[in-house]
């Protein structure tokens, strides 16, 4: 295993101090002592054994915070950001329940102690609202696998651009304007996120309209070379294409050209739908055609009556 010598490491302390701890009871042990000084040694031995217990919780809990963000990082998951959070909040919360149970074993009672923490806990939640609401939002983001640092997402209306960041309070995406946005969290997890990096493929959807003296013999082959011409392209998705004539426009006759590209980033489908387009400019002079542009045609109709020798 890959964490061999990393656990023997951190087990090492905890066993030799479990060790130790036997050897001495048991030494003690078989003493003739009185039966208070017995008690004392054997609630001593007691709280020891608690503390190389909860001792050894911490090492398991530092390696298995280990071994997930290695996981994490590998896999590029966005939990990876929060492991070390996760890793410090499960310690506290371990050295907490490990100190209380250690009380209570030396005879003390804890009521009080919890419910003074109760309190405290209340208190610094109110206080820390927002902070927290930021933090449970992280959590959500971490759960989701929303996005990554890297993905190019979309929030609202504002916030357009590659994350850079994922903090425990805010996001930090930076925009095609170059600025840096940061954005609580919170908000985030309210919105609804668009991320573009998860596109399996990128739509085109346009017209091309071509012009009314086609005839209705070129417009068929000029439909057939399109729809052709798609599915020869290896960078184009075969999954769906479709190549129809749609409509009788007021300036063209339109054919619907419509495809999925396999390449999602901006700039290689930009490629990919230009040499698409050329080769179709290609085609539709193939056919004797040309690309329409608006046209407006005007007939003048002279209703005045001509009287014989009048001029006009």
Known sequence: MAYDDQLVQAFEGPIAALIFLLGLFGAIYVLTLE?????????????????????AGL????????????????????????????????????????????????????????AGLGIGGLAIALAAQESLSNFFGSISLAADRTFKV??????????????????????????????LLSIPNKVIAGEIVENWSRMP?????????????????????????????????????????????????????????YYFTIPVAWAEHLRVRQEMNLAIMGLVQKWGTSIAFPTRTLYFHNDMPRRLGEEI
């Open 150 to 179: 890297g993905d190019w997402i979309q929030v609202g209306e504002r916030v357009d651009g590659h994350v850079e960041e994922i903090g425990l309070r805010s996001t930090k995406v930076r925009t095609w304007r170059r600025t």
């Open 201 to 257: 493929n990128r739509r085109v959807s346009q017209i091309v309209g071509v012009s009314y003296e086609t005839s209705q013999e070129n417009m068929a082959g000029l439909i057939a070379d399109i729809d052709q011409l798609l599915r020869n392209n290896k960078e184009i998705d075969q999954k769906f294409t479709m190549v129809r004539f749609t409509e009788f426009g007021e300036s063209s006759l339109d054919i619907l050209v």
């Open 35 to 55: 039966e208070p000084l017995q008690l004392f040694i054997t609630n001593t031995f007691q709280v020891g054994l608690l503390a190389i217990i909860f001792w």
């Open 59 to 114: 090492r398991v809990i530092d390696m298995v915070g280990i071994i997930l963000t290695d996981v994490a990082y590998s896999r590029q998951l966005g939990i990876y950001h929060f492991i070390p959070l996760i890793r410090k909040t499960t310690r506290v919360f371990f050295v907490i329940i490990g100190s209380i149970l250690i009380i209570q074993n030396l005879g003390y009672s804890v009521g009080s102690l919890l």
